[in-house]
């Protein structure tokens, strides 16, 4: 086990600039990570529908997976003593957890937030479990994740602001605490910014946990439901304030459209399940937007999802085989949907990294925006969910910290 | 377009015997299938959570598809206009079609049998359809497949002796008709034995229909719920019975002990849905019998399902990690757990032909069912499943023909 709160020097490297937008290389104990990234989501130990070989030959390079649902199951003990998180789930590049402090607020399983930690039921079960900031961090090291989250605490979107500042400052008293859990050698640790959509807590967050020292820097408590411009403007000041030699990354993010404006304004690091969720529901990404294989036409289309797409459906299948998959609800449809649109995205990253290390990301960014019909509906519906549970259930006063 | 009643002088080689069982060669448009053979099934155009690759990587030879479903969705002439079944699908191996006609009978929703052909409802839109032996052999040729079956009817088990009888000289007029079809050059055509479970029925059946001439003979109206030793004898007589110089099909079987007893009776190509169905429910086949993925001790166990497989699934990953994935409903684990299965039955049929070749298939035989734990419960229930909805609705009055 490396010093609790050493941190990594060759962790990160920025090697382009194009205006905010950044390319940059990171290092992990399994392997490097080319950034900008797509980070697929792999909840509860798999991409939903995707083994391992799968993720591989579209490119991905970094797995996100969350400790809230690990813990519970098959606990951390079980993944720990089958060697790891790595070996369990059979994917040995690098692995990215969230601590948990997300899924126990937006799950609407939150019985009390102390200064001890949080207190929730499981989803499950119904069980309580505490999860501490130091838990939190042990779990993750038990794991042997590349990258560990801190514990923090997520204000939902509107609360008044003396509630998102007394989740920020919680916030950055768990983050001096996850330092100090020892972690495994080359396990990194990223802080997460918090703050809501105001603009003087966010800077405040920043520099309190900059001034801490972290491997990298979150942006968190954004993509909860608050408008678009309200979101672009906190990236964009995060993109200006956050250490130019750290990654950032946006959690919970992305869209498409989000990830090549977000780009833009200087992050290095995205999550998000969108893209595989929409997959299941049928919707298809192209350059023009997404398309519903349900449709009618499509059931006798002879071509891929999108002409020059390079995943293993499009290179495969006609969308009249997807069409039908889906109409006849075959399982395969739910995996062939989710490569296409896993390599939708993370061949989006690979275009940008391309487009800023050559300077020419700002008509890259005009051409794509251009051409990509956005579906704001399904995308505001996507951020609400993540909340929904937890505003239907309001969560017990702050007094009881 | 090839003659209507041409006989294939190539399809079929028989390469080795030992006992009644035998090693053949069998020759199709999309390639040569070693027999004994088992054919994943494939019913609506998609063996159920497994793509092409998947099962090519399994070592399967020739799928199975259902005319039946295929012709309600997405239609056959869908099919065709996009080039045929195998460009559908993208497998480019052999297919062989089922008649649509045990699955007019056996999902209940039959309406008439006529000399023209059955009436049915789709199962899908309650829609009327008719299906006519020439039917449904035009449309296994539109379908483009290696081998097509003709329209048969098969009287559930336990019927009176003159109920076998009439189906059976129905299914003999038919096959005629079904010869008079034109099909594409290299489309092999096979007859369908019935009569139930008398064996004076099964020798007049088989005698009529060899005296057509046909490139195949399949065994139809078993695994339809009678006793196992019931089976066999039918099996027995059939494989003394039906021309050396043919390949001999039992459909619809089967359980890893009776692909080893059958093929001991001279049988050549099995498919049946069982092994896929019950990986899907978290059945998994091993040499000592099947074993339960939710099992708790399964939980924490490092190694694969069963040592020295040569599957995908036991390569890559631990019995625990499938537990977890079947805990956690992932879709992930329908994938691995059909691959298991395939890949262990088509394996059997690897060794069986090995120890013919090398004329120790007895002591094989021996020592496989001495190891084998048999699940008869699941078998029998499996197989009345595939009658049950008949037996419930009971068909109209043949008087109606």
Known sequence: MGGSTKIMPNLFQVQATDGQARVGLLRTPHGQ????????VATQGSVKALAPDDLMSLGAEILLCNTYHLMLRPGIEVIHGLGGLHSFMGWQGPILTDSGGFQTFSLGRLQRVSEEGVLFRSHIDGSSHLLSPEMSVEYQARLGVDIAMVLDECAPYGVEEAQVRHAMDVTHRWA????EVRRPEGQALFAIVQGGVSSALRLESAASLVSMGFDGYAVGGLSVGEPKATMYRVVSLMGETLPHNKPRYLMGVGSPEDLVECVARGIDLFDCALPSRVARNGGLLTRRGRLNVDNAPFRERPGPIEDGCDCYTCRS???AYLHHL??????????????????????LMEEMRRAIAAGAFAPFRERFLSEYRVTD????????ERWIEAQVKPRKSKGDS
């Open 33 to 40: 990570v080319e950034t900008p990234a797509f980070m697929p």
């Open 317 to 319: 299948f006609s969308l």
């Open 176 to 179: 001096r605490r996850c330092q």
């Open 326 to 347: 889906f109409r006849a609800k075959e399982l395969l449809a739910y995996r062939l949907a989710t490569i296409h649109n896993l390599r939708f995205v993370v061949r």
């Open 377 to 384: 509906e399904e995308v505001r519906r996507f951020q609400k």
